[in-house]
């Protein structure tokens, strides 16, 4: 399974690293992702990156602030996110499925979540 590290609370502008780390299976033939979920709202899309990090889709409200990335020898996904603002609170799932397409719809493995709170 997958299991989402570094979330936490933070000030307005602040910055936090989030890793996703497969437990017991190996990340490298998998595209890997990261989405959200705000109170009261829909899990949304955040960001996600191929197997090998050539192909990289980043949802607009976050593009410029939030920045994906991988290590498969570390066996890690991480998702960067600078600027932080009080509308990115949230609990932050990874997930991951052989195809990057489908982050579109319903990726087949996920994590448990962390949670992320921006607020001053």
């Known amino acids: 399974h997958l299991v989402e590290s570094g979330g936490g609370s933070v000030q307005p502008g602040g910055s936090l690293s989030l890793s996703c780390v497969g437990s017991?299976?190996?990340?490298?033939?998998?595209?890997v992702g990261w989405f959200r979920q705000a109170p009261g709202k829909e899990r949304a899309f955040i960001a996600a990156?191929?197997?090998?990090?050539?192909?990289?889709n980043t949802e607009d409200s976050v593009r410029g602030r939030f920045t994906i990335s991988r290590d498969n020898a570390r066996n890690t996904v991480s998702l960067q996110m600078d600027m932080l603002e009080p509308e990115d609170t949230a609990v932050y799932y990874c997930?991951?499925?052989?195809?990057?397409?489908?982050?579109?719809?319903?990726?087949?493995?996920w994590g448990q979540g962390t949670q992320v709170t921006v607020s001053s």
């Open positions: 997930a991951a499925d052989l195809q990057l397409g489908q982050f579109l719809y319903t990726p087949e493995i």
């Open positions: 017991g299976r190996s990340l490298d033939i998998y595209a």
């Open positions: 990156i191929s197997w090998n990090g050539d192909q990289i």
